[in-house]
């Protein structure tokens, strides 16, 4: 597979992955049975697993997504979270799910959550692929987890290093020469 040879270990596979996925959006729809829910994407890094994650989602929902990013072109999260493009709906009343590809130090979650309560939903839920809980700096937790992971530089599924890897099926961890010797 294109790009296997910069990984150090394959953390998911694509079925481990998918098999996941089919879980989550099987709780997901049980939870919100009845409900109409807004999906909310944060880009770029959901866009996989929330394309996955909606069509095995059993409840009618609308979509709609949102543009943020913190990390900068590094490894290493910059502690700023932008706000580059907004939602298009209104989200007041409704039944947000927030859908991320990964919660780290929580910086962009929790400003993100903060954010979109300010806007009055009538219920507001995170809902990520990865977990990396070791490197949490704020309070925050996510509803549904995919997977809890070690502090491992990970890509795949949406998540990039350098704005590669991001179409990676698995979950891999990058090797170490590949970012330190760029
Ligand atoms: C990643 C990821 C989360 C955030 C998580 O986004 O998608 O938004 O970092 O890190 P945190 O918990 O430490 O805030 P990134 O800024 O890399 O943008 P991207 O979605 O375009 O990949």
Redesign the pocket.
Known sequence: MMMQQDMQQILFTQEQVAARVREMAAQISQDYAGKTPLVVG????SFIFMADLVRAMEVPLTLDFMV????GAGTV?SGKVKISLDLQEDIAGRDVLLV??????????SKLVAELKSRRPASLKLCVLLDKPERRTKPIEADYVGFTIPDAFVVGCGL?YNQLYRQLPYIGILKPSVYEHP
């Open positions: 944060i880009l770029r890094g943020a990013s913190s990390y999260s991320e590809d990964i919660l780290d130090t929580g910086n962009t979650l990039d």
